[in-house]
């Protein structure tokens, strides 16, 4: 029993140790606890250059950590644990997070550079007083592809996609509510649809796509489309201008029958601790300017308006991922769509894989 007491006395010493090494550290950086912001982001989605810049002006030290999907994002801001300051989720996970209790409301009095945002991506219906969310990106989900290996195919058809010339030639997004909604939509449903016989309908046109698929992947599709591993595939808007501006061949479209119009957002979660640092990082990434070069590096589309007049043309001029109203009306934003029925495209999503193989 002793030398267990003594083992148990080593561990207690070595852990009080590592955790007296870090405050130490941090605090000969000149940082503490009230002092550093934990944000927590999609991978790839911010300029580090600006991260730089806001600890310089602030004094406080950024933790930035990643996710992937917004649904691991939930959960572990659901769990506690790690206390994260400001988060980045797409809208119908901010209205899942509202109905869950998981967000703090915004000051926006703290917010001067609100002003900056775009009046048409406020009030949006996920969170109708920007109680909860700042809007921070914005894009579609469509088509990208070579025209030289697609031949006389435009895409301006999901059907497009189903052409026999095309065995093996696309790559879809590792996406249930991306996948299941260019299914819909290219049955002419809304990429909302609950009802169960439109689901089945589109799970089985999808299973005739299978032969034309050549993988169904993450993050790694920008650089396979870039290299001409496939002829097409099915991306976010701001992959395709990260792809595109990797392999100038290549073009991106948003087929006729309609798409997702998505929005990322800036919240803050219940459990954040540092709330006038994230204010502070909030309206600092509402700058125009700062907003323009974070456009910029990241590829997708700025809802704030006075942030254009900093972007190079061909940037803010580029139809393709600042589309006008003509293509925005056609497009739907995902709805929370409840855990029940997110479970079940998730369900059908799986089977579709699983026919693949």
Request: net charge negative; aromatic share 12%.
């Amino acid at each position: 029993m002793s030398q267990l007491v003594r083992m148990f006395l080593v561990v207690f010493v070595v852990a009080f140790g590592l955790m007296y090494a870090t405050v130490y550290l941090n605090s000969s950086e000149g940082y503490s606890g009230s002092n550093t912001l934990t944000v927590y982001n999609w991978g790839d989605y911010v300029d580090p250059e600006l991260i730089e810049r806001f600890e310089q002006e602030t004094g406080i030290k950024v933790i930035y950590q990643t996710f992937d999907s917004n649904e691991a994002m939930m959960t572990k801001i659901k769990q506690g644990g790690t206390t994260y300051d400001v988060a980045i989720p797409s809208e119908y996970a901010v209205s899942k997070m509202k109905e869950e209790k998981s967000l703090r409301e915004i000051d926006h009095s703290l917010l001067p550079n609100l002003k900056h945002i775009d009046s048409s991506f406020m009030g949006l219906a996920f969170d109708p007083k920007n109680t909860y969310s700042v809007p921070y990106f914005w894009g579609t989900v469509g088509i990208v592809f070579h025209p030289d290996l697609v031949g006389d195919l435009t895409f301006e058809s999901w059907d497009d996609l189903w052409d026999k010339s095309l065995r093996n030639k696309v790559f879809l997004l590792d996406g249930a509510r991306e996948v299941m909604g260019m299914g819909l939509n290219s049955l002419g449903y809304s990429l909302n649809d609950t009802n169960e016989a439109h689901l089945q309908e589109a799970l089985a046109k999808l299973a005739k796509l299978t032969p034309n698929v050549k993988a169904i992947v993450g993050d790694e599709i920008k650089m396979l489309i870039a290299n001409e591993e496939a002829a097409a595939g099915l991306v976010w808007s701001g992959d395709a201008s990260e792809i595109m501006s990797e392999n100038e061949e290549l073009d991106y479209v948003v087929p006729k029958e309609g798409s997702n119009l998505w929005f990322d957002n800036m919240v803050i979660p219940k459990t954040a601790r540092n709330l006038e640092g994230a204010h502070k990082f909030i309206n600092f990434m509402l700058d125009p300017e700062v907003a323009a070069q974070n456009a910029e590096y990241v590829g997708y589309s700025t809802p704030n308006k006075d942030a254009l007049a900093f972007l190079p043309e061909e940037i803010s001029g580029d139809k393709r991922f600042y589309p006008d109203k003509e293509l925005t009306e056609r497009l739907e934003v995902y709805n929370n769509l409840g855990p029940r029925m997110l479970s079940h495209y998730n369900e059908l999503f799986l089977e579709f894989k699983m026919h693949r193989k």
